[in-house]
């Protein structure tokens, strides 16, 4: 292993020598020009290794495995936005991360997690986060189990350029479900868990 390779050399151990001898027949110690660097896999399988989400081509790119981690860097804006089933993580590197949606609900069916993150801007389709938060207990990692969560989640105000004002954000239309159509600022259907999470303008339009 590399860890086990660094350690004989630099430290000397198993026999292993822990220097070389240059042109000048001088010892050059291993622990003085090799430096250890951990390096982290974005493969996307925990919060840890969260592949990260820069723009919107790489929040696009999130409907293609849609059941995995993903840390938003910075603010992003969604045009034109397509919602899609979700089933893994969303969640903000920090909680000042904005994203400006104008389209549809983020995501369309969630049976995953998405936290830490502020919206705002223009949606149709029932709700900001999700049309509709599923209730099945789902595993998210290491054997911890709970239900599609919606936590730490804002929707904001938008602040007009024209004006120098803050506006409200707006939903419009519904969700159909079975023989009801629901709307809501973070879900239009909620069998699942919405925790900490705040609306501080929002102009319904169902």
Known sequence: EIHNWYSEVVNGENGALNYFLNNDNEKVYYKDIIVQIRVTVADGKSEETAIRVYNEEDFN????????????????????????????????????????????SLVNSLSGVIKDLNIQGSVTGGAFVAREIEGETINISNNTYLKPTVENVNVDVIYDDESKNYVSSSVSGSYNFGEGTYAGAIAGVNAGNIIDCKVYGVNMNT
Do not use: C, H, Q
């Not at 893994?88 to 909680?95: A, E, L």
């Open 61 to 104: 790119a999130i409907k293609l495995n849609p059941t995995l981690y993903y840390r938003v860097m910075n603010d992003i804006t969604l045009n034109n936005w397509k919602s899609f089933d979700f089933s893994g993580m969303i969640f903000g590197d920090n909680d000042n991360v904005m994203l400006t949606i104008n389209g549809e």
